[in-house]
């Protein structure tokens, strides 16, 4: 099995990928800090320098690596756009969408993906977060073009995991001490009583790759915070 992630050396996609090398897939990362990919090259079957946003660049990669069987899609800005709408600098919204959104659908367009897709989207498509009307529009997006890209891209199966409150660098934007308090906050009215981890979610992407007759599916991974 050959699966290409991409965001793969941080976070969620990172945990996926070590879940996947070990169960003996040839996984492939792409990332856009060298350090990172350097830290991770020995971890999986390769590691590549792509900035998802670059068309030229995603394109010339999906070129270098010709058909394989699985693609995930994780990468993102982080919390660009994030806090209330009166104060977000619609620029900031903009490239929210480009860095997740639009990045996600070039490569759709370029991998030659025989097997699956799956986007990471997040429970914020989904919530009532104050704060969160740019994470919520990007994210919706994303999670409302799995259905018809499972139609269009059939026998490819496309899903997406919708992540919660999951302690990854996504939150890096905030102090430790912030960091912590705000998952915290989460926890109180989740029905799952902790704070997600990446390996967490790594085990839903893992289950939809395998999945041979799930498609077309938004997979909530956020401890029963979107419950209702």
């Known amino acids: 099995m050959r699966v290409v992630i991409m965001g793969g ?10 879940k996947l090398t070990a169960a003996g897939a040839e996984v492939i990362v792409t990332g856009r800090d060298e350090e990172r990919l350097a830290a991770v090259k020995d971890r999986v ?6 900035d998802g ?16 069987d699985h693609l995930v899609l994780a990468f993102s800005p982080g919390a ?11 620029a900031d ?26 986007m990471v989207s997040a429970a914020s498509a989904r919530a009532a977060l104050p704060g969160t009307v740019a994470l919520a529009a990007v ?6 073009i799995v259905s018809p890209l499972a ?3 059939s ?4 899903n997406a995991v919708a992540p919660g409150a999951v302690d990854t660098p996504w939150w890096s934007f905030l102090p430790d001490g912030t960091r912590e308090a705000a998952l915290a906050e989460f926890v109180k009215d989740m029905p799952v009583k902790r704070v997600g981890t990446a390996a967490d979610v790594a085990d839903a992407i893992a289950y939809v790759i395998a999945a041979s007759y799930v498609t077309g599916t938004v997979l909530p991974v956020d401890g029963g915070a979107t419950v209702a």
Request: aromatic fraction near 8%.
């Open 155 to 158: 026998p490819v199966r496309v």
């Open 9 to 18: 050396t941080s976070g969620i996609g990172l945990a996926t990928a070590e």
């Open 80 to 90: 660009l756009g994030l806090g209330p709408l009166a104060e977000v600098d619609l």
């Open 93 to 118: 919204v903009r490239g929210a969408f480009e860095g997740k959104l639009f990045g996600y659908l070039h490569a759709v367009q370029k991998a030659r993906v025989t097997g699956s897709v799956t």
């Open 53 to 68: 946003t670059d068309a030229g660049a995603v394109t010339a990669f999906f070129d270098r690596v010709g058909a394989f």
């Open 139 to 144: 994210n919706g997006a994303i999670e409302r």
């Open 45 to 50: 079957a390769a590691a590549e320098q792509v």
């Open 151 to 153: 139609a269009e891209m």
